[in-house]
């Protein structure tokens, strides 16, 4: 049984594209274990207390590091637990959400998600793969200006998911309904 993990990053709870995305995307491959919702539940920054914590050896960490790193270990533990990830990545202002990016920041780290070795990164979160519920209201996905997709499968990549699916739906404000109805056709094709 494939367990599900979904993340929505949307600012919008209504007429939010990218959740309407992953609700029709559920109905294809299944419904979510866990949610995450990065525009309801805001994540906190990673800080100076987070950073230092993070690079303390696990043993010697003090209380207050511990619970420094306390949630960056549950979203880890979300991850861990799913084969499949659902991400929501809504294009703003050429990138992902802020809630996203410190989503992104909570979960790498050294000798958890990555290690370096003589031969470069590699991540340890292998065996998963994940599919992203792109959309924008101007800029083209995977054009130079679209940073969002690129950088999301490169984070994805890093933390040792290689296997991403991303399904778009771009310029909607420009093009009207056609982006929205070629998202469907691309999400009705996970299914086959």
């Avoid at 990218?18 to 609700?23: E, G, P, Q, Y």
């Avoid at 370096?116 to 101007?138: H, M, N, T």
């Amino acid at each position: 049984m494939t367990r599900i993990l979904r993340i929505d990053s949307s600012a919008q709870a209504e007429g939010s594209i990218t959740r309407t995305m992953l609700d029709r995307i559920e109905a294809r491959v299944g419904q979510a274990d866990l949610r995450r919702d990065l525009g309801e539940d805001a994540l906190p920054q990673i800080d100076r207390c987070w950073v230092a914590a993070s690079r303390a050896p696990e043993a010697e960490r003090t209380a207050d590091q511990r619970a420094a790193l306390a949630l960056s270990d549950a979203l880890i533990a979300e991850i861990e637990a799913a084969d499949l990830l659902l991400i929501g990545v809504p294009i703003y202002n050429f990138g992902v959400p802020g809630a996203l990016k410190i989503w992104v920041d909570l979960i790498c780290r050294p000798g958890v998600t990555f290690r370096y070795d003589v031969a470069g990164p590699e991540g340890l979160l292998r065996g998963k793969s994940a599919i992203l519920a792109v959309a924008s209201g101007g800029t083209e996905v995977g054009s130079e200006a679209d940073f969002a997709t690129a950088y999301m499968r490169h984070v994805l990549a890093f933390v040792g998911i290689t296997d991403t699916t991303v399904v778009a739906t771009d310029r909607h404000m420009a093009r009207g309904d056609d982006a929205p109805r070629e998202a469907r056709m691309q999400i009705d094709a996970l299914a086959a």
